[in-house]
């Protein structure tokens, strides 16, 4: 049963990437926080989905597909939010298998390049603090740090993994392009994560004209002054409001979810320009089986 009131909070991130919580335990902590439905929109990962859908229909809360790309935009980093799309698509999957070698081929460069500068850490030591999650300067920082190179993280960066620094090695980026295309190709509907940050009009402007279908207006990186002119941007293009918690937990933001969040009414929009072959929403066949 899918509900038509409430609140849901579509910004969300488990342990699949950089968060905290396994998704199970997520979705508990929503169902806590009295929300209708949710995405857990990991870093360039879609593999918390099926876990997370499992309890959200245990706990009856509806659970859209949902990731959070980080792709390059005229020399910017830009982080966009798919929404909808069919988790088991191929090429989706695919790329994001890629990409998420390159990343591990890229932090051991790093490590070699430390070596190099007679830092010799283990490789190892780098994947186990990443975890499950997609691997990147921090957790090297972080092992520079416990094996005496470093004192602190910022030394590190400052020192030896800043993109100046010699032990820097560029990341491979996705283009705005292929994630746009990689998303509505799957079924699903992107939105610009955070604009707020460091988004002006006119670069909204030119990403709605490449096809984003929405805007993220609740974040909380917003202060009200931003949430408003956001909100009536969207209205004036059409574009659905999203809007979440950005939630990573264990420390970080930990009371942040439940108290940034959308009424239900932004998830039906999401569906309505979403698209699938079968006319079927992803998270509508898991409530079904
Ligand atoms: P990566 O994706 O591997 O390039 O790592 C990016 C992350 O490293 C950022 O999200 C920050 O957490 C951290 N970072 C990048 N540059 C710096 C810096 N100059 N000082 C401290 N942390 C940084
Ligand atoms: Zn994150
Ligand atoms: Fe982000
Ligand atoms: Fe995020």
Redesign the pocket.
């Known amino acids: 049963m899918i509900k038509d009131n409430g609140y849901a909070d579509l910004h969300i991130h488990s342990n699949r990437s950089d968060g905290y919580y396994a998704p199970k335990e997520l979705i508990e902590k929503v169902a806590a926080q009295g929300l209708k439905a949710t995405a857990v929109v990991d870093h360039d990962d879609i593999s918390a989905y099926e876990e997370a859908c499992f309890y959200g229909k245990k706990f009856d809360i509806e659970v859209l597909t949902g990731v959070e790309l980080s792709v390059s935009y005229d020399q910017h980093d830009l982080h966009i939010l798919g929404y909808d799309f069919d988790y088991l698509n191929q090429e989706l999957s695919e790329y994001l298998t890629l990409f998420k070698e390159h990343r591990i081929s890229r932090a051991q460069k790093i490590v070699e390049n430390l070596a190099n500068l007679g830092m010799p850490i283990s490789f190892e030591a780098v994947l186990e603090k990443a975890g499950r999650g997609t691997v990147?300067?921090?957790h090297i920082?972080s092992v520079l740090v416990e094996d005496g190179f470093v004192y602190s993280?910022?030394e590190a960066?400052?020192k030896y993994?800043?993109?100046d620094k010699p032990a820097h090695v560029a990341?491979y980026k996705m283009e705005l392009a292929t994630a746009l295309n990689l998303v509505k190709t799957a079924g699903g509907i992107c939105c610009v994560a955070h604009p707020g940050l460091r988004l002006k009009q006119d670069d909204l402007l030119i990403l709605v004209q490449k096809g984003i279908s929405g805007i993220e207006v609740i974040h909380p990186n917003h202060n009200e002054e931003s949430v408003n002119f956001f909100r009536d941007l969207a209205k004036k293009y059409n574009l659905v409001a999203t809007g979440g918690s950005d939630f990573h937990g264990g420390g970080k933001n930990e009371n942040s979810l439940g108290k940034f969040k959308v009424p239900y009414d932004v998830v039906l929009q999401i569906k309505e320009k979403s698209v699938h072959h079968d006319g079927l929403h992803r998270s509508e066949i898991w409530y079904d089986n």
């Open positions: 990147g300067r921090p920082a993280f910022q960066f400052n993994l800043g993109e990341k």
